[in-house]
């Protein structure tokens, strides 16, 4: 499947150059990286550690990331009893353009997000960032934006969204504000996308089984605990 990536303007060229969407197999976190498919456990045997977890491998590994295309900071200032008394934020994409810093980072006002728990800024603003590209996909495909949730990052978290992306390819990405100071540098992973072909409706049933159901289930489960196989490997 080919996906494209258009810039919206010819002054946004760079930021496919510098910071273009990657695999998302390029973009594991480093405790996965770092982490063995084994670990000796205190009874002398050897336990299975998340990175056997197949479940867990596909998340982080299919489909893309798009990275941060631009230097992001956020400052709290506090007195001496801790009440906020200002926020401020720069977003170098819109220097780098000479545009107004709005046409890159805007926000949703308290009352288009009423009810959300979200952690927002200390106006009840959801601020959220606009990707400067366009994104193509084949006709009849969705894209799934989500925080890349394994990197369990301190700074933000960005709302998940699912978008008919082959009738729209323009996407801006709201997100909670999870610490009062950060800095978050061009090329840190931003969104997971997972692209998949658009079904109908599913239909729920619920079967009790038979007793063959339960014996496969058996034989499953029997063959995950007394083996070293998983539904990949069988």
Known sequence: MDIKFIPKKKEYIPVLELTPPIPANQALPKWYKDLTRTIPLNTGLAGKTAKKCPAIQDTLSTGFVIPLWSKFQYATVRDEDGTILAQNWHFGIGVATGEQLETHLDFHNPSQVKGMDLKATMNGDVLKMSLPYKIVVPEGYNIKYS????????????????????????????????????????????????????????????????????????????????????????
Request: charged fraction near 30%; charge should be negative.
């Open 147 to 234: 925080d890349p949730f394994y990197h369990f990052r301190k700074d933000i978290r960005c709302l998940p969204g699912i978008v008919e992306a082959d009738k729209w390819g323009y996407v801006a990405f709201p997100f909670e504000i999870l610490s009062d100071n950060f800095v978050m540098e061009a090329g840190t992973p931003l969104i997971h996308c997972l692209v998949y072909k658009r079904e109908e409706p599913v239909n729920l049933i619920m079967d009790p089984g038979t007793q063959k159901d339960y014996d496969e289930m058996y034989a499953d489960m029997f063959e995950l605990f007394s083996t070293d196989k998983n539904y990949r490997t069988k």
